[in-house]
C-alpha cells in the first residue's frame, strides 16, 4: 500500500515542478529551467497481465533546441534489490514511447537507501552490459540544511522538500522550526499546500509530531485537513475530560445521597480521576454499596499508593 509520504515526495514535483531547478542548484547538475509543464499518465503498462506505474511523469518544456525534458519521479524508502530492474523498464518505455529518454529522479528520506540507489546497476550478458541504470538521487546526503528562516523563504518549494528529506534527521526540529516561521509570511495559496506536503511527507517519523506541534502553536493563518484534525484531537480531549468531570459528580452525589461516609482524600480520588470507564465502574458500585471501600472494589490508587478503602475496618 502507498502511503501518504511516499505521495508527497514524488507529488510535490506535480505542484512545484519549479523545485527541479532547485534541486539542479543544489546538486550542480545543469539541468534547463522550464517555462511550461503537463503532468503525463504514469500508466507504463502494456497490453499483458504486468501493471507497471511510475510515481510520477513530467513534461517539462524547455527553452533551446534539446526540447521537451522527460522528468521520471521514485519515491523510495528502503533498500529493494528489484528495483533497479523496475527503473530500466520506465526508462526504456518512455524512451520507446515518447522517443525520448527520461531523466530518473529518485527521492530518499534515509541516507543509506539514497546512496544505494546512487550506484550505477549494469545489465549485462555474458559480461557485457547492454543497459545501465543511473538515477539522480536526492536526499538527506545532499539535500541542504535549512535552519534559519530567511534561508526558508528564499525558495520555499525547496525548503519544503529538504524539510522531507530530512525528516529523520536530528536537525528535524530546526529544520520544521525555520520553515515555520517562513511559511507563515506566504500567501494561502502556497503556505497551504506545502504545510499539507510536509505533513504527509513526514509519515509515521518522530518529526510528524514536531511539526503538529509547530502547526498547533497558531492555527489562525491556517485551516485545512491537518489543522482540523489537531482541532478535532483538542475538542475529543475537552469532550473526554467534560465527561470524567460529569460522571465524577455523579459517583460523588449517588454517595451522598445514599448516606456513604465521602473523606476529604476519597473525594479528592474520585474528582480527580481522568478515566472515564474507571469513573464508570464506581458510579455502577456505588448503586448499591455502603462504603467507599466497596465502591473503590479493593483497588489500589492509580499513583500506586494504598487507598482509603485499604485501611482495616474499624
Not at 543511473?134 to 536526499?139: A, C, K, N, Q, T
Not at 530567511?150 to 519544503?160: G, Q, S, Y
Amino acid at each position: 500500500m502507498v502511503s501518504s509520504s511516499h505521495e508527497a515526495m514524488h507529488r510535490i514535483f506535480q505542484e512545484y515542478p519549479g523545485l527541479l531547478s532547485g534541486i539542479s542548484e543544489v546538486l550542480g547538475v545543469p539541468l534547463p529551467s522550464p517555462f511550461s509543464v503537463t503532468v503525463m499518465p504514469t500508466d507504463l503498462t502494456e497490453n499483458r497481465p504486468v501493471e507497471r506505474r511510475v510515481d510520477t511523469l513530467l513534461r517539462l518544456d524547455t527553452e533551446g533546441d534539446d526540447g521537451p525534458l522527460l522528468l521520471a519521479v521514485e519515491a523510495q524508502s528502503r533498500k529493494d534489490p528489484a528495483k533497479p530492474s523496475g527503473w530500466a523498464y520506465y526508462v526504456a518505455y518512455v524512451l520507446n514511447k515518447y522517443g525520448r529518454p527520461p531523466l530518473l529522479l529518485v527521492v530518499c528520506q534515509d541516507r543509506s537507501t539514497a546512496e544505494w540507489a546512487e550506484r550505477p546497476v549494469d545489465f549485462a550478458a555474458a559480461g557485457w552490459p547492454s543497459l545501465t541504470v543511473r538515477p539522480l538521487v536526492v536526499g538527506p546526503h545532499n539535500m541542504p540544511v535549512i535552519t534559519t528562516t530567511a534561508e526558508a523563504r528564499k525558495d520555499l518549494p525547496l525548503a519544503t522538500f529538504a524539510a522531507i528529506t530530512h525528516g529523520a534527521s536530528t536537525d528535524a526540529a530546526a529544520i520544521l522550526k525555520a520553515l515555520t516561521g517562513a511559511l507563515r509570511d506566504a500567501p494561502d495559496g502556497i503556505r497551504f499546500p506545502l504545510i499539507e506536503f510536509v505533513s504527509q511527507g513526514l509519515g509515521t517519523l518522530p518529526a510528524a509530531l514536531e511539526w503538529r506541534k509547530l502547526v498547533a502553536v497558531d492555527l489562525s493563518f491556517y485551516t485545512s485537513p491537518i489543522s482540523e484534525e489537531i482541532r478535532e484531537e483538542g475538542r475529543a480531549r475537552g469532550r473526554a475530560e467534560g465527561r470524567a468531570e460529569g460522571e465524577a459528580r455523579s459517583v460523588l452525589l449517588v454517595m451522598e445521597r445514599r448516606g456513604i461516609d465521602v473523606p476529604d482524600d476519597v473525594r479528592e480520588r474520585i474528582s480527580t480521576c481522568t478515566d472515564p470507564d474507571t469513573l464508570l465502574e464506581w458510579l455502577g458500585r456505588a448503586v448499591t454499596a455502603t462504603s467507599a471501600e466497596e465502591v473503590f472494589g479493593g483497588e489500589a490508587r492509580q499513583d500506586g499508593t494504598p487507598g482509603h478503602e485499604d485501611a482495616a475496618p474499624a
